[in-house]
């Protein structure tokens, strides 16, 4: 019997299969002075009263090449932004001709050491948790039985679920959303399990909050993704 061309589609797909990784989810750790993100005022020397400078509410005084300026007390002036770490599941459902779709739940961690204004000689623990849903294609460009490699770009929609700067709770309303791309190896130990590893790009638009991440300091980067991965 010659097969149908509807039989020849069906064994050209695999199963949908699930996967568990985690991700480095952007740069390395980085640590630099910020280049201050509002104006700064140069303080007057003649408003001073009876030996007394007057600093208006909710501001203080920063020396820039020994000439002191006028700062809002809340202004990040330092970020020692730690590794971010990202863990989640994806599904991915295949189509014909070795191409597939995924999406999935990624749990987000960015944490920084944040030193602002009004205190320059301590720093203060920043910690943002986001809930992210990617949205990717990809391709198994060579698919042999001990291994598959493909390469894969979409996107990603992020929304932060927790933040704390210090003792006070942070809350970033704006959403963040990414664009990815990738290729992957994945070693296949059976038929239905496989291990692989994903090394990618991805860029982060500016959300448009006033919180300070590494993401905002280097909206492109690198990451490394790896874990396991089920096919039914």
Request: aromatic share 12%; charged share 15%; net charge neutral.
């Amino acid at each position: 019997h010659l097969p149908t061309s509807s039989s020849q589609s069906s064994k050209d797909r695999k199963g949908w299969s699930m996967g568990a990784g985690v991700s480095n989810a952007g740069n390395f750790a980085d640590n630099s002075n910020l280049a201050y993100t509002s104006e700064l005022y140069r303080v007057s020397m003649t408003n001073i009263e009876d030996g007394v400078l007057p600093i208006p509410e909710n501001h203080t005084v920063v020396f820039s090449e020994g000439v002191p300026y006028l700062l809002p007390s809340d202004e990040v002036v330092h970020a020692n932004h730690r590794q971010p770490i990202a863990v989640g599941a994806t599904f991915r459902y295949p189509l014909n001709h070795g191409f597939s779709i995924e999406t999935g739940l990624m749990f987000t961690l960015l944490s920084s050491d944040i030193t602002l204004a009004s205190n320059i000689n301590q720093s203060m623990k920043q910690k943002l948790y986001y809930l992210g849903i990617p949205v990717k294609a990809n391709w198994d460009f060579l698919n042999k039985k001990y291994v598959t490699l493909y390469v894969s770009a979409g996107g990603q929609i992020e929304k932060s679920v927790y933040g704390k700067l210090g003792n006070e709770k942070l809350n970033v309303k704006q959403v963040q959303f990414s664009v990815m791309g990738g290729v992957g190896a994945q070693f296949n130990v059976s038929t239905r399990l496989g291990i692989y590893v994903e090394p990618g790009v991805a860029y982060f638009f500016n959300d448009g909050s006033s919180v300070e991440t590494i993401r905002k300091q280097h909206p492109f980067n690198f990451n490394m993704q790896a874990g396991i991965r089920f096919t039914y």
